[in-house]
T-cell receptor
Framework: DQQVKQNSPSLSVQEGRISILNCDYTNSMFDYFLWYKKYPAEGPTFLISISSIKDKNEDGRFTVFLNKSAKHLSLHIVPSQPGDSAVYFCATASSGGSYIPTFGRGTSLIVHP | DTGVSQNPRHKITKRGQNVTFRCDPISEHNRLYWYRQTLGQGPEFLTYFQNEAQLEKSRLLSDRFSAERPKGSFSTLEIQRTEQGDSAMYLC????????????FGSGTQLSVL
């Protein structure tokens, strides 16, 4: 039973447009939410995070939104660049779980020039 | 390069053989994690160390798997009597004590069991 769900295996976007990646979670005990990016033949790289006390966190072109009532978070990339093409993993963590992240299956983002 | 280092990058073995992987974390990081990733899936948690103490193991972790972190530095992950279902990318990560899930991953060891 997946606790973190990324229902879109892939997303294709034109360069310069917005990319929106979505994630749903089931456990309301999660209090920290993260996005990782992974290029082929490399390990995942931490991208951005948000705690449960916030509903938005922004870092340059990347913004994460959290909707606790819907148990949903999203990552917005504006403007999208070809170098953003990668697999994006949503992850959740909790103080009760020693902040060990639980990952979704990932969404493969392709940004076309 | 002060990132997380994993060796070997690739390992091909025959079913029934034992394999051992090594992970060198970022030197000042107290926490070390092992994850496994198969095609089309996200990283799946295996086990976690704080310094030399193994504090948590996944219930999914078979007793054929064992991990150590002597002296709280590098870590090894051993798989005994490998099975074809063990074929996966094995990822090591490290983090400081203050992390809230922000891990630094190595490039992984790709295991193929024939």
């Amino acid at each position: 039973d997946q606790q973190v769900k990324q229902n879109s295996p892939s997303l294709s976007v034109q360069e310069g447009r917005i990319s929106i990646l979505n994630c749903d979670y089931t456990n309301s005990m999660f209090d920290y939410f993260l996005w990782y990016k992974k290029y082929p033949a490399e390990g995942p790289t931490f991208l951005i995070s948000i705690s449960s006390i916030k509903d938005k966190n922004e870092d340059g072109r990347f913004t994460v939104f959290l909707n606790k009532s819907a148990k949903h978070l999203s990552l917005h990339i504006v403007p999208s660049q070809p170098g953003d093409s990668a697999v994006y993993f949503c992850a959740t963590a909790s103080s009760g779980g020693s902040y060990i992240p639980t990952f979704g299956r990932g969404t493969s983002l392709i940004v076309h020039p | 390069d002060t990132g997380v280092s994993q060796n070997p990058r690739h390992k091909i073995t025959k079913r029934g053989q034992n394999v051992t992987f090594r992970c060198d974390p970022i030197s000042e990081h107290n926490r070390l994690y092992w994850y496994r990733q198969t095609l089309g899936q996200g990283p799946e948690f295996l086990t976690y160390f704080q310094n030399e103490a193994q504090l948590e193991k996944s219930r999914l972790l078979s007793d054929r798997f064992s991990a150590e972190r002597p002296k709280g530095s590098f870590s090894t992950l051993e798989i005994q009597r490998t099975e074809q279902g063990d074929s996966a990318m094995y990822l090591c990560a490290s983090s400081p004590l203050s992390a809230f899930g922000e891990l630094f991953f190595g490039s992984g060891t790709q295991l193929s069991v024939l």
